[in-house]
């Protein structure tokens, strides 16, 4: 005797039910790249009035990321670092409008010259 085969639907999902399960491409990538790790250098500026506040422990206390001091130099009217910050994409970006927000100048090392 043959087995008798049940009738099955074929499986069709709807275009809602399809979009639904996948996210957009778009938001994967911006999702992917603020959980990656970046390390930026920096230059930083400080104006007169910052020059006495522990500007850089504040910011390693606020943010999780690294922060490592390249290179220096503090007079009493300007203070110039070089500053390293190592984290997630996203919080050495927050941490770098933080900066910003206190007045502090931040701009990119363009050249990899410092090395010691």
Do not use: H, Y
């Amino acid at each position: 005797m043959a087995a008798k085969k049940k009738a099955t639907k074929p499986v069709r999902k709807t275009a809602k039910k399809a979009a639904r399960k996948t996210k957009p491409a778009a938001k994967r990538t911006a999702k992917a790249s603020a959980n990656m790790r970046k390390t930026a250098r920096l230059w930083l500026m400080f104006p007169q009035r910052l020059i006495t506040k522990p500007v850089v422990w504040e910011l390693s206390q606020r943010f999780p990321v690294i922060t490592n001091v390249r290179q220096a130099s503090v007079t009493g009217e300007i203070g110039l670092v070089c500053l390293e910050l190592d984290g997630l994409a996203n919080d050495v970006k927050k941490a770098v409008t933080w900066l910003e927000r206190r007045g502090v100048s931040v701009e990119p090392v363009e050249i990899n010259v410092i090395e010691s």
